[in-house]
């Protein structure tokens, strides 16, 4: 059974930093896409952020240049790094992944940009 525990987040100020994890088991991340989600109060879940297995990424315009994707195989942990926060970064946050057809979601995490 694959299961995303998430970890991190909460409140920062603007211009702050945050980091998020997601730790997978029952797959491994090294093998699988992992991706980063937000759903901000009455607006969709928006795409933020892509890893690939070969390790390749991808960022939506409105984080690019702030937030970086990265994984430790080790931990099997893929973690998001949150730079230079805004307070519309302010949003429920998901980790994703697909296995053998099924997608899995994280439990959510909230990150609150606020001064």
């Known amino acids: 059974q694959v299961q995303l525990v998430q970890s991190g987040g909460g409140l920062a100020q603007p211009g702050g930093s945050l980091r998020l994890s997601c730790t997978a088991s029952?797959?491994?991340?090294?093998?699988?896409?992992v991706a980063w989600y937000r759903q901000a109060p009455n607006k969709e879940r928006e795409w933020l952020t892509t890893l690939v297995s070969g390790g390749a990424s991808a960022y939506s315009d409105s984080v690019k240049g702030r937030f970086a994707i990265s994984r430790d195989n080790a931990e099997n942990t893929v973690y998001l790094q949150m730079n230079s926060l805004k307070p519309e970064d302010t949003a429920v946050y998901y980790c994703?992944?697909?296995?053998?057809?099924?997608?899995?979601w994280g439990q959510g995490t909230q990150v609150t940009v606020s001064s």
């Open positions: 029952g797959t491994l991340v090294s093998t699988n896409f």
């Open positions: 994703q992944t697909v296995v053998r057809g099924t997608t899995y």
